[in-house]
């Protein structure tokens, strides 16, 4: 049996709409009819810039959503037409999004609610386990997973970026931690999406006296900023804001500053932590999380991005990919289901 793919014959080489062999699940494993899958930054940047992957010719998305079409022997959560949604992995083309049907070990999937559509769930596993283990994991803030009840240490945290996918999820997981004061930086136009997330302080990222303005709000006692932007100015700004006389943390989601000689000295303890938003990697997190996630997703805590669906599926992946890598897509996700023409 084979299926229609999306498929990056080398690095940085045009995408080709090619014919590959539909694997079977490992025992572990589902195999899932892609019926939506997002694109991504990190998919515009392979395609564009090269990097991330170590084997070609391969097929890249990691926000997927489907359903169930065969089950491995030991997998009993989980059967035959249910609705599904997870993050693939950029590093087994058997595992990625732009294709026909795709594999996933079922510890890593849930299920999708019944308000929601495939092409609203597959907006949420990459930004989301960004979140996760930005916030959750000692890689990142260290904070304790709130997986039953409130867990946040402190009354504020700031989120650098509110609009982009990373930072609207990370909105909603401080919300479920259960912080009082949750800060953002953003356009102002999107003040009113970031209010619904649960954001309480919005600051225009644009303002010349920014640094200021939260640093009235905060005063000393920040001690946990998640980075969704990740530039250089961005990282150095949130770490500044961090408190000057307790231990903080910093997480962020792309490389340090080279330059960091405008940071200022924090107390001993301080955290700057670049962090890997991956399921497969930190196992010990991202199982329970996925295990959570559908009631999370169900009870409106996690909301999905707002869709524009490319209407020629798998064939304007390339498009898409373009527009991302122009910088054209801001507060939503593009999405193509793989077996439209």
Known sequence: MSHVACILPYEKAPLYIGLRKTPAPASNQLLIKVTSAALNPIDAEIRFKGGWVDRYPTVLGTDIAGIVEQIGSSVTRFRVGDRVFFQGTLHDPNCAGFQEYCLIPA???????????????????????????????????????????PTAPAEMI?????????????????????????????????????????????FDRSASDLEAQIRAVVRDDLIYAYDAVSAPDTQILAYSLLSDSRPGRLAVVLDLPKDKSSVPV????????????????W?????????????????????????????GGLNDVSQGLKLLWAGQVSAEKLVVRPWDD
């Open 283 to 311: 196992s010990e997190l991202s199982v329970p999380f996925w295990g959570k996630v559908s009631e999370w997703l169900e009870t409106g805590a996690i909301t999905p991005a707002r869709v524009t669906l490319l209407e």
């Open 158 to 202: 700031l989120i650098m970026g509110g609009p982009s996918q990373l930072g609207q999820r990370a909105i909603q997981l401080a919300r479920i931690a259960g912080f009082r004061y949750i800060l953002t930086t953003s356009s102002l136009r999107h003040v009113p999406l970031l209010k619904r997330l649960g954001a309480t302080h919005i």
């Open 266 to 281: 924090k107390p001993v303890g301080t955290k700057w932590n670049l962090i890997y938003g991956s399921t497969n990697r």
């Open 107 to 149: 510890e890593f999937a849930a299920w999708i609610p019944t308000s929601v559509s495939e092409d609203e769930a597959c907006t949420i596993p990459v930004a989301i386990m960004a979140g996760v283990i930005g916030l959750f994991h000692h890689s990142g803030l260290g904070i304790p997973p709130p997986f039953h009840g």
